[in-house]
């Protein structure tokens, strides 16, 4: 089974920063990864599919880079609505499955 | 509009059985795979199982094989995930959602689109 494992596990940050959340494969999974957010008590939604394509409707500042089994998502200038948990999922084999997650907090 | 209307809040003893529902509206309910994912409470997503709609195909994550059951009735647009004897430890909030294929270049990518707004299962005693 291929394992996802996010990091850091949770990180806090300021309206305005740029944050970096990393998620890794357990192996080559191409560029079969999406990424969601989930706000407290929300459905998760999606913002990034095939790594770096941006879901129709998501704002700009969210973006995805990686291939194989290193992946990277980036917010630039955090907002107030951004706080949430971020998962990343690979999509490569049929059971999809999910990282941990990391946990955006305000500074 | 899309949508995937979820059953409400269930609470339940061990041993009992129960059967959780999720309802498509707004689109071709048969055309798109449902996913269920549990989220136990503080804890993170985890991927359940799917089912196609379309011929009621089943796939289940090994976690949760012979534990739950995926169904679907595809006459009311309505998936389901059930349990014959609940355990405290199924104490969770399942999520149903649609899959999502998108071409990017030549392959097609898969992620969840829409989702219901979550069962939450209690189970105590």
């Known amino acids: 089974d291929i394992q996802m494992t996010q990091s850091p596990s949770s990180l806090a940050a300021a309206v305005g920063d740029r944050v970096t959340i990393g998620c890794r494969a357990s192996?080559?999974?191409?560029?079969?990864l999406s990424w969601y957010q989930q706000r407290p008590g929300k459905a998760p939604e999606v913002l990034i599919y095939a790594a770096s394509s941006l879901r129709s409707g998501v704002p700009q500042r969210f973006s995805g880079t990686g291939s194989g089994t290193d992946f990277t998502l980036t917010i630039s200038d955090l907002q107030p609505e951004d706080f949430a948990t971020y998962y990343c999922?690979?999509?490569?084999?049929?059971?999809?499955?999910f990282g941990g997650g990391t946990k955006v907090e305000i500074k | 509009e899309v949508q995937l209307v979820q059953s409400g809040p269930e609470v339940k003893k061990p041993g009992e059985s129960l059967k959780i529902s999720c309802k498509g509206s707004?689109?071709?309910?048969?055309?798109?795979?449902i996913v269920w994912v549990r989220q136990m409470p503080g804890k993170g997503l985890e991927w359940m199982g799917i089912?196609?709609?379309?011929?009621?195909?089943?796939r289940y994550s090994p976690s949760f094989q012979g534990q739950v059951t995926i169904s679907v009735d595809k006459s009311i647009n309505t998936a389901y995930l059930q349990w014959n004897s609940l355990k405290a430890s199924d104490s969770a909030k399942y999520y149903c959602?649609?899959?999502?294929?998108?071409?990017?270049?030549?392959?097609?990518?898969?992620?969840?689109?829409?989702w219901g707004e979550g069962t939450t299962v209690t189970v105590s005693s």
């Open positions: 999922q690979q999509s490569y084999s049929g059971r999809m499955v």
């Open positions: 959602a649609r899959r999502e294929q998108q071409k990017v270049h030549v392959y097609y990518h898969y992620y969840m689109d829409v």
């Open positions: 192996q080559n999974i191409n560029n079969y």
């Open positions: 707004g689109y071709s309910f048969i055309n798109y795979w």
């Open positions: 089912i196609y709609p379309g011929d009621s195909d089943t």
